[in-house]
């Protein structure tokens, strides 16, 4: 794509996903509205419910077949963040999808790591007990641009985000939703140290507020690009649409002002054990 608009959609999900789906459609109207041509949705887009009984096989899901229409319709690029999957072996994926201006489907990538957490405010995690986590990142091209993968935790994972960049991502994406006290330590900060590490724009689709099953998330969805520079952000926790510009050229600027690509080394840690593991760098 080179040069072109994205969108992050900020939204508010509850446990209907009828609703959920009517309010995503009309945020990615304003999107597409605004110019946009790749448009990404939050984590769990479908449902933020802690009830994982209604959860649908992926042609039954009523995120999956919106958002294949309205890519259609808009010609656009869309990215539902993620929604619950029902497999074929009757386990639940925490999975993203990418649909192209045809309504094709371009990619999955089910997120890696689980979200199983305590926190300081009494708050208890255990996303492993509810989905299965996946085994694959993801890279994809949309008109000359490398998108790579991710899922809200995986955020706190860069490795993940390292590998992504070294099979030639110029744009990172991490739909989340995030809680309200994770969020207001570390969602920042994370990332921008993405977008630096990795001399890529970063893209970042949030659920925010409080929620029909009691949970709180930060919201502030977020566009930084190459140089760690945050060019767009809803500045709060309610619903709406943010729009930047991304020049993949951009991307190919950083890395060449800050090189740690191509500069980073293979080595060992000494660990006092003859076995240490060989870590591998971008040399690898």
């Known amino acids: 794509m080179g040069v072109f608009k994205a969108a992050a959609v900020q939204m508010r999900s509850g446990e209907n996903p009828q609703r959920n789906a009517a309010d995503m459609e009309r945020l990615v109207r304003q999107a597409a509205g605004q110019g946009a041509t790749y448009i ?20 039954k899901d009523v995120i999956v077949s919106t958002a294949r ?3 259609s319709e808009l010609g656009v690029f869309l990215h539902i963040g993620s929604t619950a999957i ?17 309504g094709a489907t371009l990619a999955t990538y089910d997120k890696i790591h689980m979200f199983d957490v305590d926190l300081d405010n009494g708050e208890s995690w255990r996303e492993s007990a509810s989905y299965e986590p996946g085994t694959r990142a993801a890279v994809t ?12 935790y995986d955020l706190r994972f860069p490795q993940l985000f390292r590998a992504e960049a070294l099979a030639g991502a110029q ?3 991490v739909p989340a939703a995030f809680t309200r006290q994770t969020g ?14 990795n001399g890529a724009y970063v893209i970042a689709a949030a659920q925010g507020g409080v929620h029909e ?20 952000e809803v500045p709060g926790d309610e619903p709406g649409v943010i729009v930047a510009e991304v020049d993949t050229d951009q991307s190919t600027a950083a890395r060449k002002k800050i090189p740690n690509l191509k500069n980073a080394r293979d080595f060992t840690v000494d660990a006092g054990s ?8 971008a040399a690898s």
């Not at 990404?40 to 042609?59: I, Y």
């Not at 091209?141 to 809200?152: H, Q, R, Y």
């Not at 207001?184 to 590490?197: D, G, K, P, S, T």
Request: one cysteine or more.
């Open 40 to 59: 990404q949705t939050p984590e769990m887009t479908g449902a933020l419910t802690r009830d994982k009984k209604a959860v649908v096989s992926e042609d």
């Open 184 to 197: 207001e330590a570390h969602w920042h900060v994370l990332l921008r140290a993405r977008a630096i590490e």
């Open 86 to 102: 029902l497999r074929a072996d009757g386990k639940i994926a925490n999975r993203a999808f990418l649909f192209g201006p045809d």
């Open 69 to 71: 229409e309205l890519a």
């Open 171 to 173: 744009v990172l994406t």
């Open 141 to 152: 091209e949309i008109n000359g641009t490398k998108l790579g993968f991710a899922v809200c």
């Open 274 to 281: 003859a076995d240490a593991p060989l870590l591998r760098g």
């Open 213 to 232: 099953d009691g949970r709180e998330t930060y919201g502030h969805s977020m566009i930084v690009d190459p140089w760690g520079r945050i060019i767009a």
